[in-house]
């Protein structure tokens, strides 16, 4: 059974960090990504890794900000958020895929996590 889970969500001021966990079990997988969406606006990608090379990938909107990374042995993928903006404000999600080539579109992906709720003050 797959299970795709987030943490770390929260309250936080604008300019501050946060760090977003994702766990998940029950496949191999060979590529992990973060999206976004807020009220009101479709889901977006925020960022990506491979699992076997560790490439990433980003939202230019997020570039410089934020960093995702993996842990192997852990099968668990941060989500570094730094330096964020009242626009960063969305609840997160933990996406997983099985396929060749992990990218920047929610299609991409198989299975998802419920969400993780990021609220930035100003």
């Known amino acids: 059974q797959v299970h795709v889970g987030e943490s770390g969500g929260g309250l936080v001021q604008a300019g501050g960090p946060l760090r977003l966990s994702c766990a998940a079990s029950?496949?191999?997988?060979?590529?992990y990504a973060w999206f976004r969406q807020a009220p009101g606006n479709e889901r977006e990608f925020v960022a990506g890794?491979?699992?076997?090379?560790?490439?990433?990938f980003y939202a230019d909107s997020v570039k410089g900000r934020f960093t995702i990374s993996r842990d192997n042995a852990k099968n668990t993928v941060w989500l570094q958020m730094n330096s964020l903006k009242p626009e960063d404000a969305a609840v997160y999600y933990c996406a997983a895929t099985t396929g060749a080539t992990p990218g920047p579109r929610s299609y991409d992906y198989d299975y998802w996590g419920q969400g993780t709720r990021v609220t930035v003050s100003s």
């Open positions: 029950g496949r191999i997988f060979s590529g």
């Open positions: 890794i491979s699992w076997t090379g560790g490439r990433t």
